[in-house]
């Protein structure tokens, strides 16, 4: 704004030695109201940047503190559970007790979601006119797709080469599990669409859509009983529609935008929205340490034989932590290099508190207040970007899910001793990014859409059991 208002007080000040001094008056004051302009906007820069501070976010040395507790939590929350596993307390009371100060945490992260994404996207895009938004957007979406397929494909490499899947390891009672009814691939894929848009929004706050079988009677020529025929149905799940309230309010924040000065006050009452949450956010904060310490010393007492664990996914968990490993620790790290030429160093220690965070809580959705905080206060980005960036990449930018059920579909097939061709490598990977793009974001997630992908490829679904014991570690 400061380079266009200079160029136009220059070509006023040519326009002045051509016409004389009749002009100087009328020129004078568009420079004058231009100033004003640009000194309200600095007041309100200034204001912002003081209400920030005075919200609660904390300093330099008070991150650092806060930090520290939280990897001193995970510590503890280690040995904790070590020792209860060494002290053989099996309780399910006594588990619980030890895992309700985690779950009080979950709880209080969850509640903020809602909140915050519809205060953080509608903020975000107002502040954007269309344009940039639409390029915002696109090259996001290219981003999260991009790093979605490089998971998967990763993911399917690295179990083909390390065959951690051993016909032999496998136990006898893994088949116990209950049959699941299963849907095709593009029911799943209409049913993203139909979440996409929600036809009511409240119910889209607890509950979103899904296409079940169900057995129908249906009355047969010379039979007494009707018959009992499997028929697709849409039924309602309890659960965030987050798909769907992102795509509403995505496209309130933009029309509210357009609207200019006549939505200021909405846009003013979400701004303030947004920094009551993320009050809020910096005060759980502080008993993040001791809800994490809790998580996974309840997680770790909870497993059941460590030695069959052991035994039977050893490495199947080494595969997925590998894959983790070479995406997050090369590929993702090399994709910011290339395009930003800054350390991608700097930037990870800045969300390492988000990282601890995602640790304990294993929810994205958890942790995105947490990862607001890092991003804005920690690195200093464009709150504009991080609005309307990171509620989108909580919901579909899962390359971790991607990776996890590429490797844990074809995992279950080589324990049954069955050899996937290349067609059907092909169709985990790219049913694995879809799958991923549809789980929510919350707590073991993957284990429901793993259904997609071992349908698609004609694999036992009942083999999911096998994973469960290590899911929320992965």
């Known amino acids: 704004m400061g380079e266009i208002g200079t160029g136009e007080e220059t070509q006023k000040e040519k326009g002045i030695m051509k016409r004389g001094r009749m002009t100087n008056q009328p020129t004078a004051n568009q420079s004058n109201t231009n100033k004003q302009k ?66 009080i945490l979950m709880r209080m992260l969850k509640m903020l979601i809602l909140p915050l994404i519809i205060s953080s996207l509608i903020t975000g895009l107002a502040g954007l006119d269309a344009r940039s938004s639409g390029r ?75 296409t079940v079988l169900k057995k129908v009677p249906i009355a047969a020529m010379n039979q007494t009983e009707p018959l009992l025929v499997n028929r697709k149905k849409l039924e309602y799940k309890w659960g965030m529609n987050v798909l769907g309230l ?51 010393a309840g997680k770790i007492a909870a497993i059941g034989d460590l030695e069959v664990v052991a035994r039977q ?37 800045g969300i390492f508190q988000a990282w601890i965070t995602a640790l304990g809580t294993a929810s994205s959705a958890g942790t995105l207040p947490v990862t607001f905080r890092c991003l804005e206060e920690n690195l200093k980005i464009d709150k504009r970007v991080t609005r309307f960036v990171l509620p989108i990449g909580a919901t579909i930018n899962m390359d971790g899910t991607a990776l996890y059920e590429a490797v844990a579909a074809i995992f279950i097939a080589q324990m049954n001793d069955i050899t996937l061709d290349g067609g059907q490598i ?42 469960i014991a290590v899911d929320w570690l992965l």
């Open 313 to 349: 996914l050893g490495m199947y968990m080494v595969t997925v932590m590998v894959g983790l490993m070479i995406h997050g620790g090369l590929i993702l790290p090399a994709i910011f290099f290339g395009i930003t030429r800054k350390s991608p160093f700097t930037f990870y220690s």
């Open 38 to 103: 640009e000194q309200q906007e600095n007041q309100r820069d200034d204001n912002t940047e003081v209400a920030y501070k005075d919200a609660g976010h904390c300093s330099r040395n008070t991150h650092n503190l806060l930090l520290g507790l939280t990897v001193m939590g995970v510590v503890m929350g280690v040995v904790f559970g070590m020792l209860l596993r060494y002290m053989k307390v099996t309780d399910s009371s006594v588990l619980t007790l030890v895992s309700f100060p985690g779950e």
């Open 136 to 210: 915002m957007g696109s090259r996001a979406m290219v981003y999260y797709m991009s790093t979605t397929v490089i998971a998967a494909i990763l993911g399917v490499i690295l179990v083909l080469g390390i065959h951690p899947g051993n016909p032999k390891l496998r136990g006898g009672g893994t088949n116990s599990a209950p049959k699941n009814q299963e849907v095709s691939s593009l029911d799943a894929f209409l049913d993203l669409i139909r979440n996409l848009f929600p036809e009511n929004l409240v119910q889209a706050c607890i509950q979103q859509v899904q």
């Open 426 to 467: 092909v169709t985990v990977s790219m049913t694995a990014t879809l799958a991923s793009v549809g789980a929510a974001s919350i707590p073991s997630a993957g284990l429901v859409t793993m259904l997609l992908i071992l349908t698609a490829v004609g694999l036992p679904t009942q083999d999911i059991s096998l994973l």
């Open 246 to 296: 992102i795509g509403f309010f995505i496209t309130f924040g933009i029309c509210m935008g357009r609207m200019g000065e006549r939505g200021k006050i909405m846009c003013d009452f979400f701004n303030i929205l947004n920094e009551i949450i993320m009050t809020m956010v910096s005060l759980i904060m502080w008993y993040s340490p001791v809800g994490i310490a809790s998580l996974i």
